[in-house]
């Protein structure tokens, strides 16, 4: 999903709305927006100041729960807003920095006393390493507060500041006047870390991996869709030719039953994986299927392999049909008693999210999308129809637990089979913004989800009528109320058998442009997040997980969001075709150190495309031009021009012939090779312009009008590639020698017959706790 090049004005643009809303006095509504975090002015792409519509305001803070029926009203919501730090014995959660001096803050009745009094009454403890460590009190005096009618004093509390990264538990009791025990509290403290150590570790050499759409990267063994088998064979080649990670698409789960979202980026969950991408061949039990059940799968599996042969499109309905078909049959085999006390050890640790997740799935498959039973009896995991179903589709729910359970498995195997390629990160998994409004994740997390908004972008240069990407966005208060363990427990998930993640959109963690249903995409409103919280509990559970990070941090960013996120270790992004000065090409070798570099994005057409122009032609195909098609069809050759021309004036074209004269395969290798003079610690190589693919895999902006995510991997003949031919390729091989050699890595080529680098993961067949709450 590609970065709004338009982003929010400062807190100091954030100025009273020019109109009065009927019935809510302009000032009251400004500042119900600056108590929310919502940007009432924002600066657009092309220079200008834009002010969010009144309307739009209105819509915004209605969901997230202010009442504007009236002035009256609206007050009240404000009050209310600015008490809610006040109201709880002890904040709901909090985040902290190892070495920062942290104070806890303490909220009781001023008529318990003030000073050593009250100090006395209140005992705070923090349970460490097994132990009970008793905070001290702060010796100053309280602040206090009226808030409904009483007085409110707070008393602050010293956290140690030795504490190592971690989940930590806190409890703070009160003394009772009475016999009865008095008020306690318990909540979850964060201490992260204020540096990656994972990016530390890269430090003193660059690395670079592939970037492949692992759907579009099919085998002569896989259904006519990448599978994790075909993972894992992309991460011994890549490996093999000096590839440190592969990155691939979000493997997020989409729909239980076809039809499926075609998007990797609009999944129903981004905490449980897409059952596309099991090989079905690869599961224990297929070894002891029944001889009838077996003639069924080999006859499907025989139909879906002539698939790979498609070079126009990838039929997931088709192929997942035939898949669930199989693993249906497969279900049915009697598992051995040591596989039957590992999926009860992921079912028990999986917890009740797990369960919640497949019962949406056996419903879902039940109800379909329009029974308006998902608005009444279904509406939540315990609302009437779901608590009566728990029971009823008892086997449909272990059905859909099973195949999670398989997922883990393979995905294990994928990232062990790139560290025994020698890559020192391996699978790097993609964080997609969010989660399609009717999916599981928005059944499952309702209570810290925004409703009657999504989630998009405002206009920039790229689009130029703002993208909506039809996802609920979090709910800041309530997402900080619920200890951010939905935000804690998805990391969780997605590291347990990764090397990295990207996370798409990075800035979404900072704030997101919020649209109100019925909008246009370009009618909304940026609202904030706490990014210290949010980015401090992503870096947290990396560490915990020996995961590096990269941020999707393109588009005009604030440079103190970019600066933040350097400080933590958390590695941005650059793209040769949006890296300029002055309207030129900026010298790579004054790129980021602390970035992940790449020539284009799955955003942008291959480069073999983008040399072409062929996503202007594309575009004003489809309508979404706002300047005439020969104006961008001058635009876009200029850029390519200026970009060639950049490399060759660096050495890196063949000197002895004119760049028009260069073939295609020559010019993307040079602008490679002169990308890889930029210090970034991460570069790299899209597998689509390893093959001389031309077209593009997504078109943002557009849904039915262009194939997006469906383009299976073809040559710049438009031939199929396959996964078996790229050990083979010629072309695939030079591209690698050209990183390699252009990153000084020729002499570091990975080894497979020596052991991995990095530990490996536990055995797959007896997977570690993915979801165990800590403290």
Same mark, same amino acid.
Request: hydrophobic content about 40%; some cysteine.
């Given at each position: 999903m590609q970065s709004s090049a338009s982003e929010s004005a400062s807190s100091a643009d954030q100025s009273q709305p020019a109109i009065s809303p009927?019935?809510?006095?302009?000032?009251?509504?400004?500042?119900?927006?600056?108590?929310?975090?919502?940007?009432?002015?924002?600066?657009?792409?092309?220079?200008?100041?834009?002010?969010?519509p009144q309307e739009t305001l209105e819509e915004v803070l209605t969901a997230l729960g202010a009442d504007l029926s009236?002035?009256?009203?609206?007050?009240?919501?404000?009050?209310?807003?600015?008490?809610?730090?006040?109201?709880?014995?002890?904040?709901?959660?909090?985040?902290?920095?190892?070495?920062?001096?942290?104070?806890i803050p303490v909220h009781v009745p001023a008529s318990l006393g003030s000073g050593t009094a009250a100090h006395s009454r209140i005992r705070v403890e923090l349970a460490v390493d097994g132990t009970t460590r008793t905070l001290e009190a702060v010796d100053r005096a309280p602040e206090t507060r009226e808030v409904e009618g009483n007085t409110v004093q707070r008393v602050l509390f010293q956290l140690p500041t030795d504490l190592a990264p971690e989940w930590y538990q806190l409890t703070a009791t009160v003394d009772s006047d009475s016999?009865?025990?008095?008020?306690?509290?318990?909540?979850?403290?964060?201490?992260?870390?204020?540096?990656?150590?994972?990016?530390?570790?890269?430090?003193?050499?660059?690395?670079?991996?592939?970037?492949?759409?692992?759907?579009?990267?099919?085998?002569? *063994?896989?259904?006519?869709?990448? @599978?994790? &088998?075909?993972?894992?064979?992309? +991460? %011994?080649?890549?490996?093999?030719?000096? /590839?440190?990670?592969?990155?691939?698409?979000?493997?997020?789960?989409?729909?239980?039953?076809?039809?499926?979202?075609?998007?990797?980026?609009?999944?129903?969950?981004?905490?449980?994986?897409?059952?596309?991408?099991?090989?079905?061949?690869?599961?224990?039990?297929?070894?002891?299927?029944?001889?009838?059940?077996?003639?069924?799968v080999s006859t499907l599996a025989a139909i879906e392999r002539r698939k790979?042969?498609?070079?126009?499109?990838?039929?997931?309905?088709?192929?997942?049909?035939?898949?669930?078909?199989?693993?249906?049959?497969?279900?049915?085999?009697?598992?051995?008693?040591?596989?039957?006390?590992?999926?009860?050890?992921f079912?028990?640790?999986?917890?009740?999210?797990?369960?919640?997740?497949?019962?949406?799935?056996?419903? *879902?498959?039940?109800?379909?999308? @329009?029974? &308006?039973?998902?608005?009444?009896? +279904? %509406?939540?995991?315990?609302?009437?129809? /779901?608590?009566?179903?728990?029971?009823?589709?008892?086997?449909?729910?272990?059905?859909?637990?099973?195949?999670?359970?398989l997922l883990d498995n393979q995905l294990g195997v994928a990232q062990r089979a790139a560290q025994s390629a020698g890559m020192e990160i391996g699978v790097m998994h993609d964080l997609a913004v969010g989660v399609t409004k009717d999916g599981a994740d928005a059944w499952t997390l309702h209570d810290v989800l925004a409703h009657g908004v999504s989630v998009g972008a405002p206009a920039d240069m790229y689009n130029q009528q703002g993208q909506n990407w039809s996802q609920?966005?979090?709910?800041?208060?309530?997402?900080?109320?619920?200890?951010?363990?939905?935000?804690?427990?998805?990391?969780?998930?997605?590291?347990?058998?990764?090397?990295?993640?990207?996370?798409d959109h990075v800035i979404g963690l900072f704030r997101l442009w919020w649209i109100p249903e019925g909008n246009k995409a370009s009618d909304g409103a940026y609202v904030?997040?706490?990014?210290?919280?949010?980015?401090?509990?992503?870096?947290?559970?990396?560490?915990?997980?020996?995961?590096?990070?990269?941020?999707?941090?393109?588009?005009?960013?604030?440079?103190?969001?970019?600066?933040?996120?350097?400080?933590?270790?958390?590695?941005?992004?650059?793209?040769?075709?949006?890296?300029?000065?002055?309207?030129?090409?900026?010298?790579?070798?004054?790129?980021?150190?602390?970035?992940?570099a790449s020539v284009g994005t799955h955003d942008l057409p291959p480069t073999a495309g983008f040399l072409e122009g062929i996503q202007v032609d594309l575009r004003d195909e489809l309508g979404v031009l706002e300047r005439p098609v020969e104006v961008e069809r001058e635009h876009a050759q200029r850029q390519v021009t200026?970009?060639?021309?950049?490399?060759?004036?660096?050495?890196?074209?063949?000197?002895?012939?004119?760049?028009?004269?260069?073939?295609?395969?020559?010019?993307?290798?040079?602008?490679?090779?002169?990308?890889?003079?930029?210090?970034?610690?991460?570069?790299?190589?899209?597998?689509?312009?390893?093959v001389g693919e031309k077209r593009v895999q997504n078109q943002p902006g557009t849904s039915d009008e262009y194939p997006n995510w469906q383009i299976p991997l073809a040559d710049s003949d438009g031939k199929v590639v396959l996964v078996e031919s790229l050990r083979r390729s010629e072309r695939v091989a030079s591209l690698s020698k050209v990183m390699n050699d252009a990153l000084g890595s020729s002499d570091r080529l990975h080894d497979t017959a020596q052991a991995p680098k990095q530990p490996l993961t536990q055995d797959s067949g007896s997977p570690a706790h993915p979801w165990g709450a800590q403290g």
């Open positions: 009927d019935g809510v006095l302009a000032e009251t509504l400004a500042q119900l927006a600056e108590a929310h975090g919502v940007r009432t002015r924002y600066d657009g792409f092309d220079g200008g100041e834009v002010t969010v009236s002035e009256a009203a609206a007050h009240a919501s404000l009050t209310t807003k600015r008490d809610e730090q006040w109201t709880g014995l002890l904040p709901p959660v909090v985040v902290t920095t190892e070495g920062v001096e942290t104070l016999a009865e025990a008095g008020p306690t509290q318990r909540i979850e403290v964060a201490v992260t870390p204020a540096r990656l150590t994972t990016t530390d570790r890269l430090k003193g050499q660059c690395r670079w991996g592939w970037a492949a759409q692992l759907y579009s990267v099919a085998s002569n *063994r896989s259904w006519g869709v990448g @599978d994790i &088998n075909d993972l894992a064979a992309l +991460a %011994a080649i890549g490996g093999e030719q000096g /590839a440190d990670y592969i990155l691939v698409n979000p493997l997020h789960a989409s729909e239980p039953v076809p039809p499926i979202e075609p998007s990797p980026y609009l999944p129903t969950t981004r905490r449980f994986f897409n059952p596309l991408y099991l090989r079905v061949a690869d599961v224990r039990e297929y070894a002891y299927l029944r001889p009838s059940d077996l003639e069924v790979v042969l498609d070079a126009d499109t990838i039929d997931r309905d088709g192929i997942y049909a035939a898949k669930l078909k199989s693993l249906e049959l497969l279900y049915t085999v009697r598992r051995s008693p040591q596989r039957q006390q590992q999926l009860e050890r079912v028990r640790d999986g917890g009740q999210h797990l369960q919640d997740f497949a019962l949406w799935c056996a419903l *879902r498959e039940e109800l379909g999308v @329009d029974n &308006n039973l998902w608005d009444s009896d +279904a %509406a939540t995991p315990d609302s009437p129809y /779901a608590v009566e179903a728990r029971d009823r589709l008892r086997d449909r729910v272990n059905f859909y637990i099973w195949i999670q359970w609920p966005p979090w709910h800041p208060q309530k997402l900080a109320q619920a200890g951010y363990k939905p935000w804690r427990e998805m990391l969780r998930t997605i590291f347990r058998h990764a090397g990295g993640i990207r996370v904030y997040y706490d990014h210290e919280a949010m980015v401090g509990i992503l870096a947290l559970e990396a560490q915990r997980a020996g995961v590096v990070v990269v941020g999707e941090d393109l588009g005009t960013v604030e440079p103190s969001a970019r600066q933040f996120l350097s400080e933590r270790g958390v590695l941005g992004t650059s793209v040769l075709w949006f890296e300029q000065e002055d309207h030129a090409p900026k010298d790579p070798r004054t790129y980021r150190t602390e970035a992940f200026m970009y060639l021309e950049a490399a060759a004036d660096a050495g890196m074209l063949p000197a002895d012939t004119p760049v028009d004269d260069l073939s295609e395969q020559q010019r993307i290798e040079g602008l490679h090779r002169y990308l890889a003079q930029a210090p970034s610690l991460l570069h790299c190589v899209q597998l689509v312009d390893a």
